[in-house]
């Protein structure tokens, strides 16, 4: 059975940092790439941040500079940190893990809320 348990999430301040952290389990972990999506109400779940098997990463313009995404592939688990945090970072954010061989799939994990406050 596949589960990513997202952690981390919580209320902070404009300009705060937050770390979120995803552990995967019933997957082999480092074949798969990993994401941070998010949601704010309203809108459409997003791409945050994305980390391939090889360690390549790519970011959403609006968090370019400000967050940072990487794995342990001994820990199966991927963080996300995030610094300097903006009003309209506040969402759901939700971990993904995803491959295209043999076979595309994908997995979610159940979310986290991040709220920043001013």
């Known amino acids: 059975q596949v589960q990513l348990v997202e952690s981390g999430g919580g209320l902070v301040q404009a300009e705060g940092s937050l770390r979120l952290s995803c552990a995967a389990s019933g997957i082999i972990f480092n074949i798969y790439t990993m994401g941070w999506y998010r949601q704010a109400p309203g809108k459409q779940r997003e791409l945050v941040a994305g980390i391939t098997s090889g360690g390549r990463t790519n970011y959403a313009d609006s968090v370019k500079g400000r967050f940072t995404i990487s794995r342990d592939n001994v820990k199966n688990t991927v963080y996300l940190q995030m610094n300097s945090l903006k009003l309209e970072d506040t969402a759901v954010y939700y971990c993904?893990?995803?491959?295209?061989?043999?076979?595309?799939?994908?997995?979610w994990g159940q979310g986290t809320q991040v709220t920043v406050s001013s």
């Open positions: 993904n893990a995803n491959r295209r061989t043999p076979a595309a799939v994908a997995y």
